[in-house]
């Protein structure tokens, strides 16, 4: 014990201390640096711009996501859209030849199945574009996002690759409100990973980069079947700029299921930690500024926080249940809740927990606003309630199982 707190509770507060200390550092750098809004600026000029849309079995969403791209305000002679067939058992091929046919823009190819970072590197090699981008072929764009990625890469010449905002398509079940709180969260966060150059992620929907990156670092690897992570890591790793257009908007198709979700953010975390093992080097090294000291290591940081709170509150209900089970069996007489006669400002909890846990939350609450502010995004209180109800009982479980696979070293499940 500890001045009447154990060990237990003394990791709880540490953990829920980084998390405040975290978001209040990240709301301060959004206030001294606001983003720009968007404008009608028109880029300078269009460059050639080839997107890569690497698809398996992808029947149900592949159409919507090249009406998607066809319909992108940009010059048509300067647009090409690759789409790589990893091997596609289903109507994919079918399909995609048919746009292929019908637009000029459109071109198909197949390869036999190795895996996404395969399908992007084939791409790449069948297209002398510029500009390279890559979409999902379960994701689809707003008809002005290239233009504002482009625009942020007129900005600086220095510029090597641009994140777009992305948010949850047409969520409707439970489980996909929570999810696009979760992502309008992320909104937020990628801005303010900007603000500090060190984005650590260029998710699959609707990254671009200068076909300069390829040529300097190498294309993607298998990198634990998260290649947009891997590349992020490498071009920090050689001091590549990569920057947020939060004003180019992508929306993607998430789980509906609470088993699709937990195995896709197995995949996520468990990349996060295999790819944290591979550039360990980065960890609290200067040379790699904000990204390095930063981070990394809070990334890593809130894993094992998020892991040990969770599994410290596992503990303590368990042992709740056990002791009171046992009391019952003992002396036959079942739990009572204990009786208020009324209410009254005597039985407030004022446990500095519940203040810490109340903080930490009401911070997550105004990055939630401000992200949703900043991408235009409308939430509804069912949303947030499915959020706040349901994220902190789930995430534990990929978590876990994250952990548990990077430390056999056992290779993470693509779908």
Request: hydrophobic share 45%; net charge positive; aromatic share 14%.
């Amino acid at each position: 014990m500890i001045h009447g707190m154990n060990i237990g509770e003394l990791g709880v507060y540490a953990s829920l201390f980084l998390a405040l200390y975290f978001e209040i550092f990240l709301l301060i750098s959004f206030f001294e640096r606001r983003p720009a809004p968007r404008t009608a600026r028109q880029p300078a000029r269009y460059p050639n711009v080839a997107i890569l849309v690497p698809s398996y079995n992808e029947e149900r969403t592949i159409a919507g996501t090249l009406e998607s791209l066809l319909s992108l305000d940009y010059p048509k002679d300067k647009l090409e859209l690759v789409v790589v067939d990893d091997g596609s058992m289903d109507k994919t091929g079918n399909i995609a030849k048919k746009f292929a046919t019908e637009h000029p823009q459109v071109k198909y190819f197949y390869k036999e199945n190795g895996g996404k970072y395969t399908a992007l590197n084939w791409g790449l090699e069948r297209t002398s574009a510029e500009f390279v981008g890559c979409l999902d072929a379960d994701s689809f764009v707003a008809p002005d996002a290239l233009l504002e990625t482009i625009k942020r890469f007129e900005e600086s010449p220095d510029t090597m690759a641009v994140v777009p905002a992305m948010k949850v398509y047409r969520p409707r079940r439970i489980l996909e409100l929570m999810q696009s709180v979760e992502y309008t969260f992320g909104i937020f966060y990628k801005k303010m990973f900007d603000n500090l150059a060190a984005i650590s992620v260029l998710p699959g929907p609707f990254s671009l980069y200068r076909r300069e990156v390829f040529e300097k670092i190498g294309m993607f690897r298998h990198a634990h079947n998260t290649e947009d992570m891997e590349i992020a890591f490498r071009m920090h790793a050689n001091g590549l700029k990569i920057v947020n257009a939060h004003t180019a908007h992508v929306y993607t198709t998430v789980p509906k299921t609470v088993r699709a979700l937990i195995r896709q953010r197995t995949r996520w975390s468990q990349g996060f930690l295999q790819n944290s093992r591979d550039y360990a080097y980065m960890y609290f090294n200067r040379r790699y500024g904000n990204f390095g000291l930063l981070v990394l290591p809070f990334g890593l940081a809130a894993f094992a926080a998020g892991l040990y709170t969770a599994t410290y509150m596992l503990y303590n209900a368990l042992e709740y249940a056990v002791s009171h089970a046992l009391d019952y069996w003992s002396t036959g007489v079942p739990l009572q809740a204990p009786a208020i006669e009324r209410m009254s400002w005597f039985y407030l909890n004022t446990n500095t927990m519940i203040f810490v846990v109340v903080a930490v939350l009401g911070m997550t609450f105004v990055a939630i606003i401000l992200g949703a502010r900043l991408a235009n995004v409308r939430l509804p209180l069912k949303s947030y309630a499915a959020y706040f109800a349901l994220f902190g009982l789930i995430a534990p479980l990929w978590l876990a199982k994250a952990a548990w696979g990077a430390l056999l070293a056992r290779e993470s499940i693509w779908r």
